[in-house]
Structure formats: C-alpha cells, structure tokens
C-alpha cells in the first residue's frame, strides 16, 4: 500500500514539476491539444483530425476568398473529457458523451461565419443508438 502512495505521489510531484512556467490547472480545456489547418475556401477542403476525425468543407463554406485557418480540438475518450474539465448535460442531467471536438474559422486573426454545412465523422469503438449529436 505505502509504495502504491508513493508512486501516486510521484506521479503527481512529476506533473507538477513539470509545469513551473505556465500554471495550468489539470481540469482545463488548455490540456486539449489544438490544430491548425490552412486551406483554399474556393476548393472543397478534407482535414484529418490527429484523433481521427474528418471533416469535409465545402467550397464556399465562408465569405471571401482568402486562405482560411482551421483551428481544431479533439477529444474522444472519457479520460480526455475528464482531464479538459467538460462534462455534457441537458435539462440539469448529466449525458454519456461518444467525444466532441471544436472546429472554428478565421481569416486574418478574425473569426468566420460559416455559410455552408461541414460534414464530419468522429472515430469510435461502438456505436450507441441512444446517443444523439448535441
């Protein structure tokens, strides 16, 4: 018991110390990685998530025609949910999450309305037919 409290300790001395220059709380959606992508909104665009998500975006999905940044984050697994400090709920009751992910827009450091629809498709183990996208 006492080296399973030690090791638990360590584990944490080690996370911590690890964190000298920036205080960031472990239940923080600072802990979910973010991505960029830059692509052409005149042509139909594909990204690829690092988690394995797929987004399809149409050509014309924003206004103008200057290149667009996609900044995106992904997490999937309940312990990735847990460590970003997200919890899902509806009418005050908690819900199982099948993952999320935050996909948004910008040209020139401004964000983007999208006019079009994004197609997605987020990886998963099993398929739950009571869950539905909220």
Avoid: H, W
Avoid at 47 to 66: D, K, L, Q, V
Avoid at 91 to 116: I, P, T
């Amino acid at each position: 018991m006492k080296k399973a409290s030690f090791l638990i300790g360590l584990f944490f001395l080690f996370l911590f110390a690890c964190n000298r220059e920036k205080k960031q709380s472990f239940l923080s959606t600072d802990n979910i990685r973010m991505q960029i992508f830059n692509i052409d909104p005149t042509k139909e665009n594909r990204i690829t998530g690092a988690r394995g998500g797929i987004f399809t975006i149409p050509a014309g999905a924003f206004e103008g025609s200057g290149a667009v940044t996609i900044e995106l984050k992904e997490v999937y697994a309940p312990i990735e949910i847990l460590a970003a400090g997200l919890r899902t709920e509806s009418n005050g009751e908690l819900l199982e999450s099948g993952g999320m992910f935050f996909l948004n827009a910008k040209r020139d450091g401004k964000d983007l309305v999208l006019k079009k629809e994004i197609n997605g498709s987020i990886p998963s183990d099993y398929i739950n037919d009571s869950m539905k996208l909220f």
